[in-house]
């Protein structure tokens, strides 16, 4: 009976005392389901233990990020890479949210070291090429895509966004090129059938084809196409 009860103690000691490895797996498994809050819960509690976890400090600043909580996600950030400056994890996710709140230009600094980082990573490309894209540098904007398209052709968002860098440079013939990749793989993405439209009509003077895909893309709820429908194809 003895042997049993402390057997009882320990276990009661053990599960209101659980390792940093603990916890931060149970909040791993919160971020899982999308239980952000509790899983800011198990790693408030990890740091309580260890304020310089920079997994923990990371995870919670993802958590807070997909919370809506930007501006309370950076300095958890910040303090991840004072952790370990090392991983390129919580300079990228940094990136992101700087770039969630039209921060370009720091953004771009933190995707920099990212990619210094770890230069395998596609998504810092991808994300980089976006903060370059919304700086109107589209040059270095379509070398991040290509990258990310060297890697995975078929990724219709990266088409896409290329194909914008191209347009940006009045580069028509290759922007076309790239829309015209975007709709075969994602043929919902209206936006491109309305700047398909748009650069056939503009740049090539292509009246009917263009005039069809701007149709296309009113028909998939783009209403700026409607402008050109009734002033050059009705």
Same mark, same amino acid.
């Given at each position: 009976?003895? &042997?049993?009860?402390? %057997?009882?103690?320990?276990?009661?000691?053990?599960?209101?005392?659980?390792?940093?490895?603990?916890?931060?797996?149970?909040?791993?498994?919160k971020m899982d389901t999308q239980a952000w809050p509790e899983a800011v819960t198990y790693f408030d509690q990890l740091l309580e233990k260890n304020p310089s976890n920079a997994?923990? &400090?990371?995870?919670? %600043?993802v958590a807070l990020f997909q919370q809506g909580k930007i501006q309370e996600?950076?300095?958890?950030f910040d303090l991840a890479i004072q952790a370990d400056s090392t991983s390129y994890k919580a300079w990228f996710n940094r990136g992101n949210a700087k770039m969630e709140l039209e921060n370009y230009k720091a953004a771009l600094a933190d995707f920099n070291i990212a990619t210094a980082l770890d230069a395998t990573q596609t998504d810092i490309?991808?994300?980089?090429?976006t903060a370059l894209l919304n700086m109107e540098e589209y040059e270095d904007a379509l070398l991040d895509f290509q990258t990310v398209l060297q890697n995975n052709p078929n990724q219709a968002e990266a088409q896409f966004r290329k194909a914008k860098a191209e347009l940006g440079m009045n580069d028509p013939i290759h922007g076309?090129?790239?829309?015209?990749?975007?709709?075969?793989l994602d043929p919902k993405n209206a936006e491109a059938y309305y700047l398909l439209g748009v650069t056939r009509m503009s740049a090539l003077g292509q009246k009917n084809e263009g005039c069809a895909d701007l149709k296309m893309a009113l028909s998939l709820g783009y209403a700026?196409?409607?402008t050109w429908i009734t002033d050059f194809c009705d």
């Open positions: 009976m003895r &042997l049993w009860i402390l %057997g009882l103690l320990c276990v009661s000691h053990f599960a209101c005392s659980p390792s940093e490895e603990e916890l931060l797996k149970a909040g791993i498994e997994q923990a &400090l990371n995870a919670k %600043g996600a950076i300095p958890v490309y991808f994300n980089r090429g076309l090129e790239s829309l015209t990749n975007t709709v075969n700026e196409a409607q």
